[in-house]
Nanobody, 114 residues
Framework: QVQLVESGGGLVQPGGSLRLSCAAS????????MGWYRQAPGKQRELVAA???????NYADSVKGRFTISRDNAKNTVYLQMNSLKPEDTAVYYC????????WGQGTQVTVSS
């Protein structure tokens, strides 16, 4: 089983920034690649950013240049720094392994609106 807890979402104006955090177990964090996913109303969940155990990163085209995924090995935590937020970034954001296992947490709501 995989247990992950997301936090850091909120309401922000367009152009603003948020940093999401994902607390993971040590064994998961050190072995598997991690990803941030999001699901907007009426849409399927999509992968927006991923980071491997070696630190390599990948981003969806829609967030490239605006979002940065990182991790703190000492804290077993994955972050998603989101800058220049757009209304279309509004979604529930989830963390999981990459590829994901079918166990999703509550996620954290990100709402971008003026």
């Amino acid at each position: 089983q995989v247990q992950l807890v997301e936090s850091g979402g909120g309401l922000v104006q367009p152009g603003g920034s948020l940093r999401l955090s994902c607390a993971a177990s040590r064994i998961i964090f050190r072995i598997y690649a991690m990803g941030w996913y999001r699901q907007a109303p009426g849409k399927q969940r999509e992968l927006v950013a991923a980071i491997t155990s070696g630190g390599s990163t990948n981003y969806a085209d829609s967030v490239k240049g605006r979002f940065t995924i990182s991790r703190d090995n000492a804290k077993n935590t994955v972050y998603l720094q989101m800058n220049s937020l757009k209304p279309e970034d509004t979604a529930v954001y989830y963390c999981n392994t990459n590829p994901a296992v079918d166990r999703w947490g509550q996620g954290t709501q990100v709402t971008v609106s003026s």
